[in-house]
Every structure is written in structure tokens, then in C-alpha cells.
């Protein structure tokens, strides 16, 4: 994990690269944005810049990008790095994995002044955290590698899943002013930045704790699943006292709106007023459907929003019950309160 201070340091010192280039633009006044500077997050989180309208043009091999619409300066940065740099307060917002926060907060829990605030899930990067084995081998329950090595990137939640499957917590209180002590892990949690599901087949480890999306990585290695830890998706995370909340805020409400663009569709169609209800029960939209009159008396238009993924047999069900012109249009984007 990089040194928050010197992290800042060369933001800074980017920032009078940046300036030079451009001698309107500072990092004075502007809030920082951390983004993933690569891995499985970066392209969504671009996507999703550029869809609520933060624009910016990073410089070749520098790490900080001026946003030419807002004051806003976007900070790139390892997404494992992000909770660091929110948590401390060194960066405003951030864009991360749930696990990444998690682990975070496993290492370094928050206080009154530290730690990050989760402001909205942005459904995607999905994956678990778990506890795998070799699929040949005889171990079925994770409470069997207690005792045993594990290797993993997620040192912080893997000791305190195998504390919980141990027993163990702090004990006792404080005797003559010391903190209270845990009692030492038995399993033995060994760190290893990379290549994590090798760990088995190179004799390093009885069993590991790795992300797993598909479960394509896991299978070819020979490894089987039998325990999760996290569930994770990309999050959107602040600090507990931001630079400007104002801008937080307006930041969260255009990406919640591209979140629902992406999410929802628009369905619009003819009906007869006699098979009405019946039609809307399949088109409630988010509040109510719009319905409008036609110059047939006897039909209306209606028009309401519905999930992507159900479209296809919403629109078949609207076809069994006699609604006619069936359209479904794209949503660029919403504000849906």
C-alpha cells in the first residue's frame, strides 16, 4: 500500500506539471476525486465519469487529471490505496470495491474523524471474496484449514473470518493502563500481492482467500469455492468531513442517474381502457405509469420505466393481454429523485 503523505506529495507536484501546462487550472479550491488507475474497476468508473458529464483529459504518465467543468481534480490511484486516502481525509471521494473498504476497515477501523462513508452502490465489478481449496483435495468446510497456511491479498478479513471461525476476540480489559490483547491466530495468514491461486499447487498454502467473479481463474487452477467472505460490488465512498459536501452531493446525484439510465428502459404502448389495469400491473414504473388519453376514446398511450432485464417478457406478457404499438426506447440519462 503507498505512504498516504508521499502519495499527496507527488499529487501536488503533478498538479504544478498539470498548471503549467494549463495556467488556469490548480488543485487550489477544487475537490479530490480518487479513481482506479487500472484493474477490473477503471473502465466502468470512466464510463460513468463521462456519462454524469465530469470532463478531463489526463496527461500522459501523470496521476492527476483537472476537471474542466467543476472544480474537481481526479486522483488516480491503486483502488486497494482508495479507503486509505478517503479514510484519512487526503482525498474527498472515491470510487472502489466494497472488499477493498472492508479490508480497509478490518485494518484501520474507523473513528469519529477517520474512516470512509459508503454514499452509493454502483452495481458493478460484482465478486466474492471466499475461501478456496483444491478441488481434489479433502478439505470441504473452512473451519478445516484452522491451523493451517492460507495465503491471500486480503490479510485483514482473512484473519478476522479465521478469529470468528477460531473463537477468538479480545479478552479480558485493561490491566495497568495496557490495551487488551487478543489471543494469537493459530492459523497462520500469509500475505502474497498476486497470483494468489498458485499458492496451492506451489505448496505454499493449504488453502487461499481470493476475489472470484466468474469462477473461470479458480477452475483452471484446480480450486473449489466452500466459503464466502464479502460479497462486493464498485462503491462510492467519502470522507467523514469532505472539502465541499455541496459538490459531493451534486457528483452522487449524476451518477445515480446514470446508474438508472443503465438499469431501466423506457416502455411505451397502446391499450384498450377495458384491459388497463391489467396491462399497468405489468408496467407500474417507479412511482406510476403515464398515461395519456388518445384521440380514440377507447385507448390510451402508456409510458413507463422497466428494469432492462425483464423487458423482453414484459413486453410478452403486454401482448397476451392486448396492448398493440409496443416501443422500448433508451434512457441517456435520469434524475429520479
Do not use: W
Not at 484493474?39 to 476537471?67: H, K, M, N, W, Y
Not at 446514470?258 to 381502457?273: D, E, G, M, S
Not at 402508456?302 to 406478457?317: G, Q
Request: glycine share 8%; hydrophobic share 40%.
Amino acid at each position: 500500500m503507498s505512504n498516504p503523505s508521499s502519495m499527496v506529495a507527488r499529487v501536488h507536484s503533478q498538479a504544478v506539471s498539470v498548471q503549467g501546462s494549463d495556467c488556469s487550472a490548480s488543485l487550489e479550491g477544487r475537490l479530490l476525486f480518487a479513481v482506479p488507475k487500472k484493474g477490473r474497476l477503471q473502465q466502468a468508473t470512466l464510463d460513468l465519469l463521462s456519462g454524469s458529464d465530469i470532463q478531463f483529459r489526463r496527461e500522459t504518465r501523470l496521476d492527476i487529471a483537472l476537471v474542466k467543468n467543476h472544480d474537481i481534480a481526479l486522483v488516480f490511484l491503486p483502488a486497494a490505496d482508495i479507503p486509505t486516502f478517503v479514510g484519512e481525509g487526503r482525498v474527498d471521494l472515491g470510487i472502489t470495491g466494497r472488499d477493498q473498504v472492508a479490508e480497509h476497515e478490518a485494518i484501520s477501523p474507523g473513528t469519529e474523524n477517520t474512516g470512509v462513508e459508503e454514499v452509493l452502490d454502483l452495481g458493478f465489478g460484482r465478486c466474492r471474496l471466499q475461501v478456496q481449496v483444491p478441488e481434489k483435495g479433502k478439505v470441504a468446510e473452512a473451519k478445516e484449514l484452522v491451523g493451517k497456511n492460507v495465503v491471500t491479498s486480503f490479510v485483514g478479513l482473512t484473519e478476522r473470518y479465521f478469529e470468528e471461525l477460531e473463537g477468538l476476540g479480545v479478552k479480558g480489559g485493561v490491566v495497568n493502563g495496557d490495551a487488551p490483547t487478543k489471543t494469537k491466530l493459530r492459523t497462520k495468514i500469509k500475505y502474497v500481492g498476486g497470483s494468489v491461486e498458485a499458492a496451492c499447487a506451489l505448496g505454499v498454502a493449504d488453502g487461499i482467500v481470493d476475489l472470484v467473479e466468474s469462477g473461470e481463474t479458480m477452475k483452471a487452477a484446480g480450486l473449489k469455492a466452500i466459503a464466502t467472505v464479502v460479497e462486493s460490488t464498485a462503491v462510492l465512498i467519502k470522507s467523514k468531513h469532505p472539502s465541499n459536501q455541496k459538490l459531493v452531493d451534486l457528483i452522487a446525484s449524476r451518477i445515480k442517474g446514470v446508474i438508472t439510465a443503465q438499469k431501466f428502459v423506457l416502455c411505451q404502448y397502446n391499450v384498450h381502457r377495458s384491459v388497463l389495469e391489467a396491462a399497468t400491473r405489468f408496467t407500474p414504473g417507479m412511482r406510476a405509469p403515464t398515461i395519456t388519453a388518445l384521440e380514440d376514446a377507447e385507448y390510451v398511450a402508456v409510458s413507463s420505466m422497466v428494469e432492462r432485464k425483464t423487458i423482453a417478457t414484459v413486453m410478452d406478457a403486454l401482448t397476451d393481454v392486448g396492448a398493440t404499438d409496443i416501443l422500448v426506447l433508451q434512457i441517456a440519462n435520469s434524475r429520479t429523485g
